[in-house]
C-alpha cells in the first residue's frame, strides 16, 4: 500500500509539473486556460478558480491542459484563444511542459549532490579465482588506496584508474591491510561486457569486488552540485537518445528496455526500499525521460504538435480540420496501442503473466 501511494505521488509530481508548464506559458501568453486536469476520465473532484477550472479525475495516469480556441472546430478568433497566436507563442506553450521537467529532473539531481549521496570505498570485498588480483596476493578486506601511484579513495575511481591503464599488461596497487601498506603488481585482463545499453565493450578486470556494507556520503557545494546536476542531466539525456536510435537500429531490445505504468511501480516500489536518494534519483531520471518521450516527432505528443506547428510555418497557413481530425485520431491509436502493449510488456517482464498461467493450469 506504501509502495503504491509512492507511486501515485511521483506520478503525480510528474504529471502536474509538466502540465504546469504548459499552463503558466498559455497564461503568460495570454491564453485563457479552461482546464487544468489530473488524470483522464470520470471526474472525482473539481474546483473552480477564476477561469480555469482545476479538475482531478479517476485515472491518475496522465493529465491534460485545455486550452480555449485550440481547434478550429472552437476557434472564434478571439486573442485570448490558442490559434490566435502566432507559431512561436504556440511552440513556447507545447514545449515548456517538457521544459518543466527537465528543470525538475535537474533539480532532484542538484538535491542528490548537494545533500550527500552514499558510495562504495575502495575497500576489497571479495575476488574471483583465476584472475590477477588472487595471483598478485591482494586478500578481502584489503582497502586500496593508489593505482600506479595515483591515490584513490572511492571505487568509482579505483574503476577508472583501472580502465585508464587496460592496455598495460599488469598495474601497481597499492594497498592498505592491518595499517600497514602494501605494493602489488597485478595482471590485468580485458575482456567484453555489456554496458548499461546492452552493448560489449572491452574493459580491464583485475578481479575484484567492492566491499557492499562499506560505503561513505559524499557532498557537494552549491555550486559544484549545480555543475554536476547539469553533467548528469546531459548525461542522461545522451544515454537516452542512443538507447532509443539503438532501438530503431534494433540493436536494443524495445521489450527489454521500455516500461510502461506496472513496471515503474515495480521500480518504484524497489528504489523505495533503498531510501531516499535512489527515490530521488528515480524522480530525476523519470521526469528527464518523460521530456525526452514527450518530445519525440509522433501524434498526441508535444513532439508531435510541434512538427505540426513548423508544417504550419512552411505552409503559412493551418492545417485543415480534416487533417486536425486524422491527426488527433491517430493520436488517439497510438497513445491506446502504446499503453497496451508496454502494460503486456510489464507482465510478461516482471512474471504476472507466467503467475497467471500457472494458477488457472492447476
Not at 498559455?26 to 477550472?53: C, D, H, M, P, Y
Not at 571479495?126 to 586500496?144: P, S
Not at 485543415?320 to 510478461?348: H, M
Amino acid at each position: 500500500m506504501i509502495s503504491l501511494i509512492i507511486f501515485l505521488f511521483i506520478l503525480g509530481i510528474l504529471i502536474i509539473v509538466h502540465e504546469f508548464g504548459h499552463f503558466i506559458a498559455a497564461k503568460k501568453s495570454g491564453v485563457k486556460v479552461e482546464q487544468f486536469s489530473l488524470g483522464f476520465g470520470k471526474k472525482i473532484l473539481s474546483i473552480r478558480k477564476g477561469e480555469t477550472e482545476y479538475i482531478v479525475c479517476a485515472v491518475p495516469l496522465g493529465g491534460y491542459v485545455k486550452l480555449a480556441g485550440d481547434n478550429l472546430d472552437e476557434y472564434k478568433g478571439n486573442p485570448g484563444e490558442y490559434l490566435y497566436q502566432p507559431v512561436f507563442r504556440r511552440f513556447g506553450i507545447i514545449f515548456c511542459g517538457p521544459l518543466l521537467n527537465y528543470l525538475l529532473g535537474f533539480l532532484f539531481f542538484w538535491m542528490i549532490f548537494f545533500s550527500g549521496y552514499p558510495t562504495l570505498t575502495t575497500r576489497v570485498g571479495g575476488l574471483i579465482d583465476g584472475m590477477g588480483a588472487v595471483e598478485a596476493g591482494i586478500e578481502a578486506g584489503d582497502r586500496i588506496i593508489a593505482v600506479e601511484g595515483k591515490k584513490v579513495a572511492l571505487w568509482e575511481d579505483l574503476q577508472k584508474a583501472i580502465q585508464s591503464n587496460k592496455s598495460k599488461e599488469t598495474v601497481l596497487i597499492t594497498a592498505l591491510r592491518k595499517d600497514k601498506e602494501y605494493n602489488f603488481t597485478v595482471k590485468i585482463k580485458q575482456a567484453p561486457v555489456e554496458d548499461i545499453l546492452g552493448q560489449k565493450r572491452n574493459v580491464g578486470l583485475i578481479g575484484i569486488k567492492p566491499e557492499v556494507n562499506e560505503t561513505v556520503k559524499i557532498r557537494h557545494g552549491f555550486l559544484a552540485s549545480s555543475v554536476l546536476g547539469v553533467n548528469k542531466t546531459f548525461e542522461l539525456t545522451g544515454l537516452t537518445y542512443k538507447a532509443l536510435w539503438f532501438m530503431v537500429m534494433r540493436k536494443m531490445s524495445v521489450k527489454e528496455s521500455v516500461s510502461g505504468p506496472l513496471g515503474i511501480f515495480f521500480i518504484t516500489t524497489q528504489a523505495a526500499k533503498m531510501g531516499i536518494i535512489a527515490l530521488m534519483h528515480l524522480v530525476a531520471v523519470l521526469s528527464i525521460s518523460l521530456a525526452i518521450f514527450n518530445l519525440l516527432p509522433l501524434p498526441a505528443l508535444d513532439g508531435g504538435h510541434i512538427l505540426l506547428l513548423g508544417i504550419e510555418k512552411i505552409r503559412g497557413k493551418y492545417l485543415s480540420k480534416k487533417a486536425e481530425e486524422i491527426f488527433s485520431r491517430l493520436g488517439l491509436s497510438f497513445i491506446i496501442l502504446l499503453a497496451v502493449l508496454v502494460s503486456y510488456n510489464d507482465l510478461v517482464r516482471f512474471g504476472f503473466v507466467d503467475k497467471v498461467v500457472k494458477f488457472f493450469s492447476k
